[in-house]
Antibody
Framework: QVQLKESGPGLVQPSQTLSLTCTVS????????VHWVRQPPGKGLEWMGR???????SYNSALKSRLSISRDTSKNQVFLKMNSLQTDDTGTYYC????????????WGQGVMVTVSS | DIQLTQSPASLSASPDEIVTITCQAS??????LLWYQQKPGKSPQLLIY???ILADGVPSRFSGSRSGTQYSLKISRLQVEDIGTYYC?????????FGAGTKLELK
């Protein structure tokens, strides 16, 4: 069955780089898009960026200068790297699969909580 | 970037009431609008895609509609299990954007 699972450090120091991994199963990264979405505690959802099935990427305008998304199709993994972290980057980070035609996000990971603090 | 103005920010309703949440897009996004429900501590769940199409397994009391650049999610008879926060999301063009959310509570 389709599964996505985020992993990464729970605590990151300010100004450091966040590295998260989304490990997928039950589908191919060359057939579906994978997006990253985050949510600060008690706040709304924010779209961060996506890795398309063909390897193209796109990013949230506000995060573009700090964010990079890549993948390793042989390992069924999509990676998120974001530098210069600040306290307002604290939140839950989700990866989600998207249908390439209708673009809706059908399966989501459980999310990983990241706290930015010294 | 396309902006989505979602209203109301919060809503209190009684079981069996009709509930309507709206999203106003800042420009034409066609039918590229999704609705999600999120419960505390859980990942969002897809309710509606392509503005009006009910996702698999979603109860028929949920429906989506579109009038120009205004989109609505309607719950025809609110049930206790419908409590949560609802978000619209435009997938017309990158960067994608979410509405600010509507927190639905029981009266």
């Amino acid at each position: 069955q389709v599964q996505l699972k985020e992993s990464g450090p729970g605590l990151v120091q300010p100004s450091q780089t966040l590295s998260l991994t989304c490990t997928v199963s039950g589908f191919s990264l060359t057939s579906y898009n994978v997006h990253w979405v985050r949510q600060p505690p008690g706040k709304g959802l924010e779209w961060m960026g996506r890795m398309r099935y063909n390897g193209d990427t796109s990013y949230n305008s506000a995060l573009k200068s700090r964010l990079s998304i890549s993948r390793d199709t042989s390992k069924n993994q999509v990676f998120l790297k974001m530098n210069s972290l600040q306290t307002d980057d604290t939140g839950t980070y989700y990866c989600t699969r998207a249908i390439t035609t209708s673009h809706y996000f059908d399966y989501w990971g459980q999310g990983v909580m990241v706290t930015v603090s010294s | 970037d396309i902006q989505l103005t979602q209203s109301p920010a919060s809503l209190s309703a009684s079981p069996d009431e009709i509930v309507t949440i709206t999203c106003q897009a800042s420009q034409d996004i066609g039918s590229s609008l999704l609705w999600y429900q999120q419960k505390p501590g859980k990942s969002p769940q897809l309710l509606i895609y392509s503005a009006t199409i009910l996702a698999d397994g979603v109860p028929s009391r949920f429906s989506g509609s579109r009038s120009g650049t205004q989109y609505s999610l309607k719950i025809s008879r609110l049930q206790v299990e419908d409590i949560g926060t609802y978000y619209c999301l435009q997938v017309s063009s990158s960067p994608y954007t979410f509405g600010a959310g509507t927190k639905l509570e029981l009266k």
